[in-house]
Each structure stands twice: as structure tokens, then as C-alpha cells.
């Protein structure tokens, strides 16, 4: 989410758009960022959470202040709180147009999602536009059956926001792991399928790397003990991130949940010239993979034919370096953040004509 809001608002500031953005925190005062491209961040302090969503009253009255300045409102969904402050604003004032970007269902609280699916139908029905992130998304997506017309606009990212690959730090991930390795990035999350890499792992012998830290850290050291050919890296900064792409042979996206929605890291692997390996779970992951094209879609919670597919990229090395190329190549048609602001300007000048 932050990736795509950064990318977002440096391409269209650039074209004298200006942007606030309203999140919560866990700091206790509320605090102002800046970035360079001329955004303002507020930090709002958190209270407690429900369901895993923030709620504390900052980010309510910093939202009532900011809706006088606002010429349009730009949503993610889902977040329950922004629907119900929203639904209950349009009683009192008249509101600017509102754009709601639809990053997934509701998933794993099930219980809240029956709950909140009356309210959260009526939201989608009352902003001006709501855009998916692929198509596969939208003709999966039960709450976006309900919704009479929604754009499709993919997630996008800018090589330009990136540092340079770093040859200090690829020389030391060289010497401390090798090159040619399958790589996992992102956040240690329930959904993202990495039981499967750890056992795909242990039967294939072939090297893995997983960057990444968050909820699963503790569980997943656990599983991945005694499988010498498998590196738990924890967090990693930016310029570490490029270079383990620069150095690893193919991005293995395991996840096996609905959760993963889209998929950044999957651009990131493809800006580097990776062939991909992903699982078929219905979402955006196969819109940026293509099935022996880009890489190899293969069955969710299934370690056989993860490793299969690692196998298969391993032993053929021509056939791994065109699906790299072909990525790189479906990246640049399609994924780009210059694009995708592009669409999403457009979006904002008819939400407020």
C-alpha cells in the first residue's frame, strides 16, 4: 500500500497535483511528514484495534479539516472506518468526488465481513468511481459483483524510485550466500504461502532466500530449522532489496490466500528481469505472471510443484533468461507507475467535472 501511494503521488505531483495522506500510527502525537514530491503525511495516533483495523479519534478530525481543501478523495479498500466516516460526512455536508481503489476482500475475518458487507456495499455504490487492480480480481471479487461499473487499473511501479544496484552489496551477498539463488521478498504474512518454499526448499536442495520480517518471522525459523540450503534474511533496505534481485535466478511468490490481491514485489522481480513463479488463487498474481510466458503458475499449498517449477527454471537456463526478458517486457507495457497515474489523473479530472 505504501509503494503504491508513494509511487502515486510523486508521478502525478509532477503535474501540479497536490496530495495529503491520512494513516495511523502507533506514536502517541499526531505527526506531519514531507515528503520531496511536495505530499504532506499525517500521522495519526492509533487507539486500538478492531479487527485488525486502526481506530483512534486524530485521523477523524484531521479527515473533517482536510475535506474543505480536497477536490477529490482518494479511498483504499477495504477500511471500514473511511466507509463509515464517509457514509456518515454525506449526511451533514456535501462531499468532493471520491475514488475508491479495491485492493482486496475481506478475507480472514469472516465473521466482520458478513457484518460489514451492507455498509460496505453501500460505500461502493456511492463514490464516483471504484477501480480493481485486474481483471481477474474483479470477476472473482463477490463484493465487486454488486458494484455496477468499476475500472480496471493495474498497480505501478517507477525503476526511476529505485536505487542503483550496489556492487559492495552484491559482493556480499555473493560471498555470504552465492548468486543464481530463488528469492521470496515482502512481509512474513499468513497468506503469503511460505510453508510451501520452506518444504519446496528441503526437497530440492536448491537455494532459497527469504527477505522479508512481520508476524510469521518466529514460525516460519521454526519450519525452515535443518534446511541448510534455505536463507532467513529478516528486513532488508532498498539497496539490498535490488541487489539480491540483481543476483537471484528467479522470484518465487508462493501465496496461497485471496489476501494477495496484486502483488508489488512480483513488479519489483520483473523491473530486475526475473522470470516468476506464482500460484493460481484467482487475484492479480496471474495478470502480472503469465503462464509460460513471464514464468510458471502453478497450484496453491501445493511444495511438489512449487519445486517442480524451480526445478524446471534451474535446468533450463535459455528458457528462464526469455521468461526474465519477457517480464521485463510486460513490465514496461503495463506496470509502470507513469502509466498507471497517468490513468488515475484522468480519473480525477472526471470524478471532478
Known amino acids: 500500500m505504501a509503494t503504491f501511494i508513494s509511487a502515486l503521488a510523486r508521478c502525478t505531483s509532477s503535474k501540479a ?17 514531507c515528503w520531496p514530491c511536495g505530499t504532506e503525511v499525517f500521522f495519526c495516533p492509533m487507539w486500538f484495534q478492531v479487527a485488525s483495523m486502526p481506530v483512534g479519534p486524530a485521523y477523524l478530525k484531521k479527515f ?3 475535506l474543505d481543501w480536497a477536490d477529490v478523495l482518494h479511498f483504499h479498500y477495504p477500511f471500514p472506518l473511511q466507509d463509515l466516516i464517509y457514509l456518515g460526512a454525506r449526511l451533514i455536508r456535501k462531499m468532493p468526488p471520491a ?13 466482520f ?7 460496505a456495499k453501500c460505500f461502493l455504490k456511492t463514490v464516483e468511481y471504484v477501480v480493481a487492480t485486474s481483471p481477474q480480481y474483479l470477476s472473482t471479487s463477490h463484493m465487486l459483483q454488486h458494484i455496477d461499473a468499476v475500472e480496471i487499473i493495474p498497480l505501478g511501479i517507477s525503476e526511476a524510485h529505485y536505487p542503483s544496484v550496489s556492487e559492495e552489496r552484491q559482493r556480499y551477498y555473493e560471498r555470504r550466500i552465492g548468486k543464481g539463488f530463488f528469492l521470496f521478498l515482502g512481509a512474513l504474512r499468513y497468506y503469503k504461502g511460505l510453508d510451501w518454499l520452506v518444504d519446496a526448499a528441503r526437497l530440492t536442495g536448491l537455494p ?8 510469521m518471522s518466529n514460525n516460519l525459523a521454526e519450519r525452515a530449522r535443518g534446511v541448510s540450503n534455505l536463507y532467513l534474511l529478516g528486513e532488508v533496505d532498498e539497496v539490498d532489496k535490488i541487489a539480491l534481485l540483481s543476483l537471484a535466478k ?6 496461497h490466500l485471496r489476501s494477495e490481491a496484486f502483488g508489488i514485489s512480483l513488479l519489483e522481480a520483473q523491473m530486475m528481469n526475473l522470470p516468476l513463479i506464482t500460484c493460481e488463487i484467482g487475484t492479480g498474481t496471474s495478470y502480472v505472471n503469465r503462464h509460460k510466458v513471464t514464468g510458471l503458475v502453478v497450484p496453491p499449498e501445493d511444495a511438489t510443484a512449487i519445486g517442480e517449477a524451480m526445478v524446471f527454471l534451474a535446468s ?3 528458457v528462464c533468461k526469455s521468461m526474465g526478458a519477457a517480464a521485463y517486457a510486460r513490465y514496461k507495457a503495463m ?4 502509466q498507471m497515474s497517468e490513468r488515475y489523473l484522468g480519473l480525477y479530472s472526471r470524478a471532478f467535472c
Open 64 to 66: 473533517w479539516q482536510l
Open 99 to 111: 475514488v475508491v481503489t479495491y485492493h482486496s476482500d475481506i478475507i480472514r475475518q469472516r465473521w
Open 316 to 318: 533450463n537456463s535459455d
Open 17 to 33: 497535483n497536490f496530495h495529503r495522506v491520512l494513516v495511523f500510527t502507533r506514536e502517541k502525537q499526531l505527526r506531519v511528514e
Open 335 to 338: 506496470f509502470t507507475a507513469e
Open 208 to 215: 532459497v532466500v527469504i527477505a522479508g520480517g512481520g508476524q
Open 250 to 255: 528467479a522470484f518465487v511468490f508462493p501465496s
Open 113 to 119: 465481513r458478513h457484518f460489514y458487507f451492507p455498509m
